[in-house]
């Protein structure tokens, strides 16, 4: 398997950012929500994982806080997670703030871009 550089890895995470995002506002539009803007999705970087932070924001789109819930997980490494193997680009539903929950949802390498899970609220669950 070809090793994915550091600049294929950031651009498929944008590509995922930018998806999950057009999901969260295609969803508040048609929701018609007027009470704020849609929720902010925000990057950070974590030791192993991309944290996806989901922020609120007010109706003029000003943040309501600095750090919002934790949106999703995306896997800078691979390796293993509580004992699943795990593909670098894994993306993850929040068992908590800190930490993933344990199968992956989608890959932001597969051809949905990792998106083929996500829902306006986060990765889904497991069924």
């Known amino acids: ?13 944008q590509e995922w950012m930018v ?8 969803h508040w539009k048609a929701s018609q929500f007027t009470y704020a803007m849609s929720p902010l999705l925000v990057a950070k970087l974590g030791e192993r ?8 924001r007010d109706k003029e789109g000003a943040l309501l806080s600095d750090r919002g819930s934790a949106h999703a997980f995306i896997d800078m490494i691979g390796g293993n997670v509580e004992g699943a193997p795990t593909l670098k680009g894994d993306v993850f ?3 908590s703030w800190k930490k993933p ?7 932001i390498f597969d051809a949905k871009n990792g998106l083929g899970s996500v829902g306006p609220y986060g990765p889904a669950y497991l069924k």
């Open 1 to 13: 398997m070809k090793e994915i550089t550091t600049e294929e890895f950031n651009k498929a995470v």
């Open 19 to 26: 998806g999950s995002q057009k999901i969260i506002d295609d």
């Open 49 to 56: 994982y991309v944290i996806v932070q989901r922020i609120d």
């Open 93 to 95: 539903k929040p068992a």
């Open 101 to 107: 929950a344990k199968h992956a949802r989608g890959n």
